[in-house]
């Protein structure tokens, strides 16, 4: 399916999302769409997938102008969208999210749809069992599912928004196997990313848009440096490494024991010092996420103590933790991070550490959240719903909301969703707490990320977890075979016993 956009303008109020928008997109190519947060790009393929319509403009689908007034008259005509955040229903099985949407009568045959399931899904190399619930799934299963539920629904064109973020490498290789393989039956994939390093593996031709507008399309072999400059209007650096880690020992795991189906993770002993960073790697469902949550009284431990700032909180819950300077921001921002239906003021009134008493001060808090949105850099309005924003404001937002005075902080994809300006802004933002004293536990996907900001990292590997390794000396490829399991017995030989 050939798409193209003539001139197509979108508004947000005062905001001019899309300004003369032309692109020809070919069938069966990967195309890229490239741009820092608030670009335009996740409002482009939102006009193209339904989900709002353009203030002027067309689209043409193999020649012929179209209409698509809602995300059914898109999928009607072939185009499907994977959304940053899977639009699924945790509660019901992967089966019962597969036919949502489905035409045809109301009670289904989920016997011969699990067979179309399964017959579907080995073409791609997928392991999804249908009977599985959606919330024991991974981000990356996830999408996986919703890959498979628009393509039986007949979508013939599919729009990946940000899809590799939060998801783990094996994960990505997966998906971008399936990509590959659906571009040569003739579909039209167009892969909306700010990540440099997908794009120039994926990609045939990316377009760039910046302020809504598009500055350039350019073939592959991509140059990286011209496509940043592209993106930001400008060269970015990443900065030197700045190691602010001090001796005070801030939190204390003895003896650790958790055990959440299906892992278990044993006899952890580690100790975080004030001012350090500390980087959690493996692949999605390795067990880091258990490991933070059971730091913060998200997770109680079998056994084993907790210790913050010489007091155990081992079987406390989570408003305990915080109480001592302990935040939490999970990697769902809209599920767990943020409130939906809330505007930025109402969060940073919320979440305020000011005495708010019988009335609340509606004027000095749109005033804070001004501050908030200026000093994060975020797109946006006090006034705005937080689902209004991009994904890569809503993580800003999240961010800006930790309270100062926190000694330890805990993250789940701090970066998710930002572009490479944005990501280094925030890690400058974040070691500015190191320097005042806080510390920093952090699970991420993007290796390079994990050695650039951490001072020691925690690899884990089906429940097992490694010594601390020296982030300094440490490479990718080092990483790299210790996350796929490989390389453990001379890690531990090597380092003393964590």
């Known amino acids: ?27 069966g190519s990967i195309y890229g769409i490239l741009g820092e947060n608030g670009a335009g790009k996740s409002t482009l393929m939102k006009v193209l997938s339904g989900f ?44 019962e999210n597969f036919i949502v949407g489905q ?72 998906l971008f196997s399936a990509l590959k393989i659906l571009a040569q039956q003739g579909k039209t994939i167009i892969f909306v990313s700010h990540k440099l390093e997908d794009v120039e ?24 440096d011209k496509l940043v400059e592209m993106m930001f209007g400008k060269i970015i650096s990443l900065g030197d490494r700045n190691n602010v880690s001090q001796k ?19 006899n952890v002993n580690f100790q975080l010092h004030a001012g350090e960073v500390i980087g959690l790697a493996g692949m999605e469902g390795s067990g880091q996420d258990i490991l933070l949550r059971a730091c913060v009284g998200l997770i109680r431990p079998i056994s084993g103590t907790v210790i ?22 999970p990697a769902s921002r809209l599920e767990e991070g943020l409130v939906p239906g809330l505007t930025l003021a109402e969060h940073f009134t919320i979440a305020g550490d000011e005495e708010k008493g019988l009335f609340i001060d509606k004027e000095y808090f749109k005033e804070k959240a001004e501050k908030m949105i200026d000093e994060y850099h975020i797109i946006g309005r006090p006034e705005l719903n937080v689902e209004s924003l991009s994904g890569g404001n809503q993580q800003r937002a999240a961010l800006a909301l930790l309270k100062n005075w926190l000694s330890i902080i805990l993250l789940e ?73 490989k390389g453990w017995d001379q890690v531990f030989s090597s380092k003393e016993t964590l």
């Open 201 to 224: 593996i994926l990609c045939s031709k990316v377009s760039i848009l910046r302020k809504g507008m598009l500055v350039g399309e350019v073939p592959a072999p991509f140059d990286s």
């Open 248 to 266: 005070k020992t801030v939190l204390e795991l003895k003896e650790l024991f958790i055990e959440q189906y299906p892992l278990r993770i044993e």
């Open 52 to 95: 709002i319509q353009p203030n002027s403009g067309e689209i043409l689908l193999d020649g012929k102008v179209v209409t698509i007034d809602s995300p059914a008259d898109a999928i009607n005509l072939g185009i499907g969208m994977l959304h940053q955040d899977p639009l699924d229903f945790p509660p019901m099985r992967l089966i």
């Open 308 to 329: 913050v700032k010489d007091k155990d909180l081992s079987n406390k819950k989570y408003h305990e933790y915080m109480k001592h300077g302990v935040s939490f921001l």
């Open 103 to 174: 035409k045809g009568g109301l009670v289904p045959s989920y016997k011969e749809i699990s067979k179309e399931f399964n017959e579907l899904q080995s073409k791609f190399g997928f392991s999804l069992d249908p009977e599985a619930f959606i919330d024991s799934l991974t981000v990356g299963e996830r999408q996986q599912l919703e890959i498979l539920r628009l393509l039986w629904m007949g979508a013939n064109a599919l729009i990946l928004d940000e899809p590799t973020t939060g998801i783990s490498l094996q994960q990505k290789v997966k």
């Open 1 to 27: 399916m050939n798409v193209d956009f003539k001139n197509i303008n979108k508004h947000f109020g005062p905001v001019h999302a899309n300004v003369d928008i032309n692109l020809s997109i070919k069938s």
């Open 413 to 485: 994809h701090p970066t998710r969703g930002l572009d490479i300006e944005s990501a280094i802004y925030m890690w400058g933002k974040l070691k500015e707490r190191c320097l005042q004293g806080a510390s920093i536990f952090f699970i991420s996907g993007d290796l390079e990320e994990i050695l650039q900001y951490s001072d020691r990292i925690l690899v884990f590997f089906s429940g097992h977890v490694s010594p601390p390794l020296d982030a300094s000396t440490t490479t990718i490829d080092q990483l790299g075979q210790l996350i796929g399991g």
